[in-house]
C-alpha cells in the first residue's frame, strides 16, 4: 500500500525497548528497517500474531507493542571433505579395519567386509591344508587387488615365531604392511611387549612396515614407535572379550604422544563402542569378534562403519564442555 508523506513519527515499543518511525509504515517496513527478512520472522502485534502474508498491509500505530521472533541455533557444515588417513605412505579412506576369522564361511566374511566398507582386512598364516589343495580359499572371496590385506601373527608367543610367520607371509603374497602381535599368555592374550618391541626392530630393519599391537601404555607406544612401528595399535580390552574401551585415559595420551596412526585393537563389542574409540581421537579401529559372532554379523558391520564415522565426526566437530550445572539450550535474553 502507499505510505502517508508526513514528518510525523510513531512510538513504538519492539522487543521491550522503545522505538521510533515514521508515521504510516506497514510492519514489513518496519521489520526491514531492521535488516531482517520478513519472511523469516514471526512478529506478535499488541498481544496478537501478524499473519506474515499481511505484514506489507498492517499500519502501525502509535503505542504499538511489538515481538519480533525468529528461530537461533547452528548453522551447516560443510561435511563433504574427503577424510581420509594414511599409514606408511599408503592412504585409505575407511578407518575400519576387519578381521577374517570365526565367520560361518568365506561367503559370509567377505558379504561383512563388503557391509562395513572396510579396505583393510587382517589374515592370519596358516598352514596350507595339503590333503585338498582345492579346498576355498579366503582369496577366492576377498580379492586381494580391491582389498588391502594385512598379514598378522595372531597366535604367535614369541617374538622369533612372529618375524618367521611375517617373512613368510611376504614371500607368499610380497606384504610388508603387517601387523604384528606377539602374546604374553593364553588366557589373557595380552601383548608381551618385550617380545613385542624385540620383533619389531627386526622386522623394521628387514624393510617391513609393521602395524603394532600393544598394551594402551602411552611409554610402551612411544618405545614402539621409535623401533619402527608404522602405526600403534593398544587394546581396548582383552581380545574377543568385548568389553569396550576399559582405559579411555591412557588411550587419548597414546593418541597426543603418537606421530603415527593410532588405532584401538581388541575389545570393541559395539558400535558405540567403536565410537568412542574414534572420539578419543584414535586414527581408526581394528575388530573382528564384535562382528562375526553378532547374531546379524552384516547388519553389524553396517553398524560398525556408521558407528567409526559418527565418532570421528564428532572428534573433528569438538565436544562441548562438559558443566556441573545446567545450561539452557535456548537463549533467555529476548524472552517473550
Same mark, same amino acid.
Given at each position: ?103 560361518? @564361511?568365506?561367503?559370509?566374511? %567377505?558379504?561383512?567386509? /563388503?557391509?562395513? +566398507? $572396510?579396505?583393510? =582386512? ?93 598394551? @594402551?601404555?602411552?611409554?610402551? %607406544?612411544?618405545?614402539? /614407535?621409535?623401533? +619402527? $612401528?608404522?602405526? =600403534? ?93 545446567? @545450561? ?9
Amino acid at each position: 500500500m502507499t505510505v502517508q508523506n508526513t514528518s510525523a513519527e510513531l512510538s513504538l515499543t519492539v522487543n521491550g525497548e522503545p522505538r521510533r518511525i515514521a508515521a504510516g509504515a506497514t510492519i514489513a517496513q518496519l521489520v526491514e528497517s531492521l535488516e531482517l527478512n520478513p519472511q523469516k520472522v514471526a512478529v506478535e502485534r499488541n498481544g496478537e500474531i501478524a499473519p506474515r502474508s499481511s505484514l506489507a498491509e498492517v499500519v502501525l500505530g502509535d503505542g504499538d507493542v511489538l515481538e519480533i521472533v525468529h528461530f537461533v541455533g547452528g548453522g551447516d557444515v560443510d561435511t563433504t571433505a574427503e577424510d581420509t588417513w594414511t599409514v606408511a605412505g599408503r592412504t585409505f579412506r575407511s578407518r575400519l579395519i576387519v578381521g577374517t576369522g570365526k565367520y560361518k @564361511d568365506f561367503a559370509q566374511n %567377505a558379504a561383512a567386509v /563388503e557391509a562395513s +566398507g $572396510a579396505e583393510i =582386512v587382517t589374515v592370519a598364516v596358516r598352514r596350507v591344508n595339503v590333503s585338498d589343495p582345492k579346498a576355498p580359499m579366503l582369496t577366492d572371496f576377498i580379492d586381494p587387488k580391491k582389498i588391502t590385506y594385512l598379514p598378522n601373527t595372531a597366535g604367535c608367543f614369541t617374538a622369533d615365531d612372529a618375524i618367521r610367520t611375517l617373512r613368510l607371509a611376504r614371500e607368499a603374497g610380497g606384504w610388508d604392511l603387517v601387523k604384528l602381535e606377539v602374546l604374553g599368555e593364553a588366557r589373557t592374550l595380552y601383548p608381551d611387549m618385550r617380545e613385542t618391541l624385540k620383533a619389531t626392530e627386526v622386522l623394521a630393519k628387514e624393510g617391513f612396515l609393521p602395524m603394532v599391537y600393544c598394551v @594402551d601404555d602411552p611409554i610402551a %607406544a612411544k618405545q614402539l /614407535e621409535e623401533a +619402527g $612401528a608404522v602405526a =600403534v595399535m593398544p587394546l581396548g580390552a582383552p581380545i574377543g572379550s568385548g568389553l569396550g574401551i576399559q582405559n579411555k585415559v591412557t588411550v587419548r595420551l597414546i593418541v597426543e604422544g603418537a606421530k603415527v596412526p593410532v588405532l584401538v585393537d581388541a575389545g570393541v563389542g559395539t558400535a558405540s563402542e567403536a565410537a568412542v574409540a574414534m572420539e578419543l581421537g584414535c586414527d581408526g579401529v581394528l575388530m573382528n569378534t564384535a562382528i562375526a559372532e553378532a547374531k546379524d554379523p552384516i547388519r553389524m558391520a553396517r553398524a560398525m562403519k556408521l558407528g567409526v564415522e559418527a565418532g570421528r565426526h564428532a572428534y573433528l566437530a569438538g565436544r562441548m564442555a562438559t558443566r556441573k550445572y545446567a @545450561d539452557p539450550s535456548s537463549p533467555l535474553a529476548g524472552l517473550i
